[in-house]
């Protein structure tokens, strides 16, 4: 049996080739700056779900 993901959602990277250097890019990021590239990429992609 699988536990649900606390809240209820969920994201799923399944079948995605990028790279985390074509996400994020080459330059030195802040981590405040890399969550913002991450959710962009999630919802861009649609890969969250509930």
């Known amino acids: ?5 606390f809240g209820g959602y969920t994201i799923s990277f ?4 990028e790279t985390a250097e074509q996400i994020f890019g080459s330059a030195p990021l802040a ?3 890399m969550t913002k590239k991450l959710w962009a990429y999630v ?3 649609k890969l969250a779900g509930k």
Do not use: C, H, L
Not at 1 to 5: F, G, L, R, S
């Open 43 to 45: 919802k861009g992609k």
């Open 14 to 17: 399944k079948g995605r080739t």
């Open 1 to 5: 049996m699988v536990k649900k993901a």
């Open 31 to 33: 981590p405040s700056e």
